[in-house]
């Protein structure tokens, strides 16, 4: 597939509210900058970061639907929350759709949220970019932008113990995903 970053942001911009679009643009953005600085391919970082949140502002009936029906997809997605679902969702439409087959683009789009074990460099890039996209405000964000300036691995690692002290903290449950992505890198 040979699609410009244009080419992808038109693709998914009528799937997304204004602010998502947004947030997708700055994402993108970010994820080149990241992309360069680490060494990842800058183009497949730029593809994967325009599609990330494609299936963001989805129905949830139809998310759910895709998770129950396509056998590639963890059914325990569905215990946790729906947040988590439009990752791995939202890789298999573009699958589909359009005929994404870039296994890297593909797990970075699925991993984008809750990471995982043996994250590849574009799968830090993609995530971190979206944790650390320049309208992120929440607690820690400025320590972990600080960190990817120069180390990839400790800035994921602060961002994923981030995430899971906030959602313990807030009584939530955590994907293992995010534990098995958290404990490889540590």
Same mark, same amino acid.
């Given at each position: 597939?040979?699609?410009?970053?244009?080419?992808?942001?038109?693709?998914?911009?009528?799937?997304?509210?204004?602010?998502?679009?947004?947030?997708?643009?700055?994402?993108?953005?970010?994820?080149?900058?990241?992309?360069?600085?680490?060494?990842?391919?800058?183009?497949?970082?730029?593809?994967?970061?325009?599609?990330?949140?494609?299936?963001?502002?989805?129905?949830?009936?139809?998310?759910?639907?895709?998770? *129950?029906?396509? !056998?590639? $997809?963890?059914?325990?997605? @569905? &215990?946790?929350?729906?947040? +988590?679902?439009?990752?791995?969702?939202?890789?298999?439409?573009?699958?589909?759709?359009?005929?994404?087959?870039?296994?890297?683009?593909?797990?970075?789009?699925?991993?984008?949220?809750?990471?995982?074990?043996?994250?590849?460099?574009?799968?830090?890039?993609?995530?971190?970019?979206?944790?650390?996209?320049?309208?992120?405000?929440?607690?820690?964000? *400025?320590?972990? !932008?600080? $960190?990817?300036?120069?180390? @990839? &691995?400790?800035?994921?690692? +602060?961002?994923?113990?981030?995430?899971?002290?906030?959602?313990?903290?807030?009584?939530?449950?955590?994907?293992?995903?995010?534990?098995?992505?958290?404990?490889?890198?540590?």
């Amino acid at each position: 597939m040979n699609m410009t970053r244009e080419q992808a942001l038109d693709y998914v911009r009528p799937a997304l509210k204004t602010p998502r679009y947004e947030h997708t643009v700055r994402v993108v953005d970010q994820a080149v900058v990241l992309a360069e600085r680490f060494g990842a391919d800058t183009e497949k970082a730029e593809l994967s970061a325009a599609f990330h949140d494609y299936a963001k502002c989805m129905p949830l009936n139809l998310l759910k639907r895709w998770i *129950e029906k396509d !056998r590639r $997809l963890p059914k325990d997605l @569905l &215990d946790y929350h729906h947040e +988590l679902w439009h990752g791995p969702v939202g890789a298999l439409m573009l699958e589909q759709e359009i005929g994404l087959e870039d296994a890297d683009i593909l797990s970075a789009i699925s991993s984008h949220t809750t990471g995982k074990k043996h994250m590849s460099i574009l799968d830090k890039v993609v995530f971190l970019a979206d944790y650390i996209e320049p309208c992120r405000d929440f607690l820690g964000v *400025e320590e972990v !932008r600080a $960190l990817a300036e120069t180390d @990839l &691995d400790h800035a994921c690692t +602060l961002a994923l113990k981030n995430t899971i002290v906030f959602l313990v903290g807030k009584g939530r449950t955590v994907y293992p995903d995010t534990f098995h992505a958290y404990n490889d890198l540590i």
